[in-house]
């Protein structure tokens, strides 16, 4: 009788404690409640963090599409290209023959330092051999990355070299630039290219407008192209170099109805060069600030096709395990009170498929095509604006598809332009590391008459027959890319790449025919 009386004190002890768990507590929320229950209760054993680390994404993805969750293993490689800097050795390298051959040392870098050179393949890294062995290129950039200060050996194999030269690289600080090109394109022209609006941003580009203003321009061609965005406060010191004082750059707007609003100070110092910017579906966020400040204060011409449409504003909060979440918490609006987010109210799926729908709906061909909101809004001077969906260009530029061929097609899809272009360069490395100046890459190319013929015979050995007629039709696409790729692996990088393509490329060459005007 005594046992049976433990037995049933024990059955209700559990019910009791059962049911305490199962009552939420005073003020708790049906997430928390459900989180406690399952970590009490659930017939398995559940990890919190595991759990937290599926919900927080679902949670977000029912607010907007820019409101996202960073893992901790994730926070450093997102949040790089927009602090402007890495550890590392300081070169860029390609892998497309599955061995790392340096395209570029960065100047005065920790591997130019060390006596790494351009066309230098990195057969073994420490201990292990690299080459040959199909590793996947992040896994590559994970072993010659390290914190600063720490050492990593390279055994490379250099063209005239007997055998494998050893290199000890002591990493260190490596900055990411935002600005990609910045030379001038035609006299009195500038041309100027930028990736991100990243910490730096703002300053590259005042040191590269200086010199540019320097060498005599007087109107600025600004490409914007592709360029996702970044930093607000970097949108709106740019915008402030062009802009005279008191000009509206951008405002924001919360929950709660409170605007911000930001003005120029006139002390940008290149508010009397002419501007045409380039803007296309990869330009968002900052960009579209930037663009929409342009284009509402009259102060340059947008050209291009339209922007992205991302008018939300993200604050980013810290978790005390290193992960992040980056919240929307405004909405940014242009001058002219456009705001320029495009709609998300049918759910994920069907924003992510927007540049998809542009394409399919012959927008990316066709200005007449492009399905806008038609509440007007009005620049200063009273031109017609639209929002409701990105920035709207003042010259639409459409998808250029002239030069195509199935020959083109065929060598572009088995990536034999650029293999080409290594191939090229090992043959000529001593006349690329020479070339330090535009005059000096443009004499070098034009001393290769006959490069694109060249090219057909390395297709033909890699299995591509030559079709002369499509190759006459794609003989001008092939000599830019030939050329601006040869260009990117000097020292000039970019400023070496757009400089040869630019003559293929049509929204570039409308905004070279505006800026006569």
């Given at each position: 009788?005594?046992?049976l009386?433990?037995?049933?004190?024990?059955?209700?002890l559990?019910?009791?404690?059962?049911?305490?768990?199962?009552?939420?507590?005073?003020?708790?929320?049906?997430?928390?409640?459900?989180?406690?229950?399952?970590?009490?209760?659930?017939?398995?054993?559940?990890?919190?963090?595991s759990?937290?680390?599926?919900?927080?994404?679902?949670?977000?993805?029912?607010?907007?599409?820019?409101?996202?969750?960073?893992?901790?293993?994730d926070?450093q490689?997102?949040s790089?290209?927009?602090?402007?800097?890495?550890?590392?050795?300081?070169?860029?390298?390609?892998?497309?023959?599955?061995?790392?051959?340096?395209?570029?040392?960065?100047?005065?870098?920790?591997?130019?330092?060390?006596g790494?050179?351009?066309?230098?393949?990195?057969?073994?890294?420490?201990?292990s051999?690299?080459?040959g062995?199909?590793?996947?290129?992040?896994?590559?950039?994970?072993?010659?990355?390290?914190p600063?200060?720490?050492?990593?050996?390279?055994?490379?194999e250099?063209?005239?070299?007997?055998?494998?030269?050893?290199?000890?690289?002591?990493?260190?600080?490596?900055?990411?630039?935002?600005?990609?090109?910045?030379?001038?394109?035609?006299?009195?022209?500038?041309?100027?290219?930028?990736?991100?609006?990243?910490?730096?941003?703002?300053?590259?580009l005042?040191?590269?407008?200086?010199?540019?203003?320097?060498?005599?321009?007087?109107?600025?061609?600004?490409?914007?192209?592709?360029n996702?965005?970044?930093?607000?406060?970097?949108?709106?010191?740019?915008?402030?170099?062009?802009?005279?004082?008191?000009?509206?750059?951008?405002?924001?707007?919360?929950?709660?109805?409170?605007?911000?609003?930001?003005?120029?100070?006139?002390?940008?110092?290149?508010?009397?060069?002419?501007?045409?910017?380039?803007?296309?579906?990869?330009?968002?966020?900052?960009?579209?600030i930037?663009?929409?400040?342009?284009?509402?204060?009259?102060?340059?011409?947008?050209?291009?096709?339209?922007s992205?449409?991302?008018?939300?504003?993200?604050?980013?909060?810290?978790?005390?395990?290193g992960?992040?979440?980056r919240?929307?918490?405004?909405?940014?609006?242009?001058?002219s009170?456009?705001?320029?987010?495009?709609?998300?109210?049918?759910g994920?799926?069907?924003?992510?498929?927007?540049?998809?729908?542009?394409?399919?709906?012959?927008?990316?061909?066709?200005?007449?095509?492009?399905?806008?909101?038609?509440?007007k809004?009005?620049?200063?001077?009273?031109?017609?604006?639209?929002?409701?969906?990105?920035?709207?260009?003042?010259?639409?530029?459409?998808?250029?598809?002239?030069?195509?061929?199935?020959?083109?097609?065929?060598?572009?899809?088995?990536?034999?332009?650029?293999?080409?272009?290594?191939?090229?360069?090992?043959?000529?490395?001593?006349?690329?590391?020479a070339?330090?100046?535009?005059?000096?890459?443009?004499?070098?190319?034009d001393?290769q008459?006959?490069?694109?013929?060249?090219?057909?015979r390395?297709?033909?050995?890699?299995?591509?027959?030559?079709?002369?007629k499509?190759?006459?039709?794609?003989?001008?696409?092939?000599?830019?890319?030939?050329?601006?790729?040869?260009?990117?692996?000097?020292?000039?990088?970019?400023?070496?790449?757009?400089?040869?393509?630019?003559?293929?490329?049509t929204?570039?060459?409308?905004?070279?025919?505006l800026?006569?005007?």
């Amino acid at each position: 009788m005594k046992k049976l009386s433990i037995v049933v004190f024990a059955f209700v002890l559990g019910l009791v404690a059962v049911a305490c768990v199962s009552r939420p507590r005073p003020a708790e929320d049906k997430l928390s409640y459900t989180m406690r229950l399952i970590e009490r209760l659930y017939v398995d054993p559940v990890d919190h963090d595991s759990l937290t680390e599926l919900a927080i994404p679902v949670l977000l993805e029912e607010l907007d599409p820019h409101s996202v969750y960073i893992p901790a293993r994730d926070r450093q490689a997102v949040s790089e290209p927009l602090e402007g800097e890495f550890d590392g050795i300081g070169v860029m390298f390609n892998m497309l023959t599955d061995t790392v051959v340096v395209l570029n040392v960065i100047p005065s870098g920790p591997s130019d330092k060390a006596g790494v050179q351009n066309g230098d393949r990195i057969i073994r890294i420490d201990d292990s051999l690299v080459a040959g062995r199909k590793i996947p290129q992040d896994k590559v950039v994970r072993r010659l990355r390290g914190p600063r200060g720490t050492s990593v050996r390279l055994d490379i194999e250099r063209r005239g070299a007997q055998t494998l030269v050893p290199i000890t690289v002591e990493r260190g600080v490596i900055p990411i630039k935002a600005l990609d090109a910045a030379f001038m394109i035609r006299p009195g022209v500038g041309f100027v290219r930028l990736s991100a609006f990243s910490r730096s941003s703002a300053s590259e580009l005042f040191v590269a407008m200086s010199q540019l203003v320097n060498e005599g321009m007087k109107s600025l061609i600004f490409d914007l192209r592709g360029n996702a965005g970044g930093y607000l406060d970097q949108a709106i010191a740019i915008a402030n170099m062009f802009l005279p004082s008191g000009e509206l750059i951008v405002y924001t707007e919360d929950r709660d109805g409170k605007k911000v609003r930001e003005y120029s100070n006139g002390r940008g110092g290149f508010d009397d060069i002419q501007i045409v910017m380039l803007i296309d579906e990869g330009s968002a966020s900052s960009s579209e600030i930037l663009a929409g400040a342009i284009q509402d204060n009259d102060r340059g011409v947008i050209v291009g096709r339209r922007s992205f449409g991302k008018g939300l504003v993200q604050r980013e909060m810290e978790y005390p395990d290193g992960s992040a979440l980056r919240l929307t918490i405004a909405r940014y609006y242009t001058p002219s009170g456009r705001s320029i987010q495009k709609p998300y109210d049918h759910g994920s799926a069907e924003y992510q498929m927007d540049i998809y729908n542009r394409y399919s709906g012959g927008e990316m061909f066709a200005a007449d095509s492009t399905r806008q909101d038609t509440t007007k809004y009005y620049t200063r001077s009273g031109r017609v604006v639209h929002g409701g969906g990105g920035i709207m260009p003042d010259h639409f530029v459409p998808v250029d598809t002239l030069g195509m061929s199935a020959y083109y097609m065929k060598v572009n899809g088995l990536n034999l332009i650029y293999r080409y272009v290594l191939d090229w360069g090992d043959r000529h490395r001593t006349q690329m590391n020479a070339v330090q100046t535009l005059p000096e890459l443009e004499a070098l190319l034009d001393g290769q008459p006959r490069l694109v013929d060249d090219f057909v015979r390395y297709a033909a050995r890699n299995g591509v027959e030559p079709d002369y007629k499509q190759i006459a039709v794609s003989r001008e696409i092939i000599e830019a890319q030939l050329r601006a790729l040869i260009g990117r692996n000097t020292a000039l990088d970019y400023n070496g790449y757009y400089s040869q393509i630019y003559p293929i490329d049509t929204t570039i060459e409308k905004a070279l025919e505006l800026s006569k005007n």
